[in-house]
């Protein structure tokens, strides 16, 4: 198995943009949760779950959830 930095150098050369930007659009824009990210991605979902961490991704994910759910009440 790859370990997470081949992974991300892997992704940023194939999509040619910063792996937060790509897991941004995915996970955030698309809101798509991680396993699905994982699999349009076509990397382990534990790949994409360190990065969410890493990034600070989860507590923007988060407050999505919370925006969206302040016009359903």
Do not use: W
């Not at 930095?5 to 991680?34: F, N, W």
């Not at 534990?46 to 302040?70: D, M, P, S, T």
Request: aromatic letters at 10%; a positive charge.
């Amino acid at each position: 198995m790859l370990e997470f930095e081949d992974y991300k150098e892997k992704l940023e050369q194939e999509y040619k943009r910063d792996l937060k930007d790509i897991l941004s659009a995915y996970y955030l824009t698309r809101d798509l949760g991680p396993s699905s990210t994982a699999k349009e991605l076509g990397v382990p979902r534990q790949v994409v779950l360190h990065y969410i961490n890493q990034f600070g991704l989860k507590e923007a994910k988060h407050q999505q959830i919370r925006e969206k759910a302040k016009y359903l009440n």
